[in-house]
């Protein structure tokens, strides 16, 4: 007698520790379901990454502009630095010299 | 002061020829001739430099671009003796006055006329001025064109 009431108690804990345990499962699913609608937002994010490391956009600004009397200065040591390298290919016109480099920020 | 013009010339030639002609001042900042001008002198630059420049448009603006510049001893103003007589540059003096010989193109004519053997060691001498600023700019000119060659096809 004492047996049976002994695996009687042993079942019942077991049924109940069963029935905990199942409502702590469905506990954790309906949490998972309440951040559920979080997701999209964090495959937006994923989304603006990719895009962001695929395409490198620089932020829209202006060229800067020298001023225009800074612009005249640059293109008249252009010319002059193409005449001194045109009178060198002259006195001796070599290939090398008909295309040689100068410093130029016009050609740099 | 020897003048590239004038090489090869006897001291007695070279004196006549510059007797043709008459001594300018041209303060700084101002004009020898302008791009268009009728060309009825060529000048012989005494002292200081004259800087010759051509019109081009930057930001929407006319400026006139450094095209070359020349010293004392060399000449400029030549299309005087070169048709349709019409100046292809505009010539400044920059920083410093300049002192300069102007040649009128018809007493050099006459004097031409009258000294064959002389008008044709200036004409030789006026081949060099001319030939070197061709073989310049076209050198210069090649140059841009690779660049641009260069540019287009990368």
Redesign the interface.
């Known amino acids: 007698m004492d047996m049976l009431l002994m695996g009687l108690c042993l079942g019942v804990c077991g049924v109940v520790f069963l029935a905990l345990a199942f409502g702590a499962a469905m506990r954790s699913e309906s949490w998972n379901s309440d951040v559920q609608p979080e997701l999209p937002l964090v495959k937006a994010t994923a989304s603006a990454r990719f895009f962001s490391d695929r395409v490198v956009v620089p932020p829209a600004v202006p060229p800067l502009q020298v001023p ?1 009397e800074v ?2 200065l640059q ?2 040591n252009h ?2 630095m ?2 001194a ?3 060198s ?2 006195a001796s016109p070599t290939h090398d010299l ?2 040689s480099k100068t410093t130029s920020p016009f ?1 740099n | 002061m020897t003048h590239e013009l004038l090489n090869g010339l006897s001291p007695v030639e070279a004196e006549q020829v510059l007797e043709l002609g008459t001594k300018l001042i041209v303060a700084s900042g101002t004009s020898l001739f302008r791009l268009g001008d009728p060309a009825d002198r060529l000048f012989l630059i005494e002292r200081g430099r004259i800087r010759l420049t051509l019109p081009m448009q930057v930001r929407g603006r006319e400026e006139d671009i450094f095209v070359e510049e020349r010293s004392p001893g060399q000449t400029v103003g030549w299309s005087a003796l070169i048709p349709p007589y019409r100046f292809t540059l505009t010539a400044t003096a920059p920083l410093f006055e300049a002192k300069v010989i102007a040649l009128p193109q018809a007493a050099l004519r006459q004097y031409f006329a009258a000294n064959p053997a002389a008008g044709h060691k200036i004409a030789l001498n006026l081949a060099v001025v001319i030939g070197h600023r061709l073989q310049l700019f076209q050198t210069m000119w090649l140059r841009e064109m690779q660049r641009t060659v260069e540019v287009r096809s990368a």
């Open positions: 225009i612009l005249l293109i008249e010319v002059r193409e005449q390298a045109a009178e290919f002259l008909l295309h050609v």
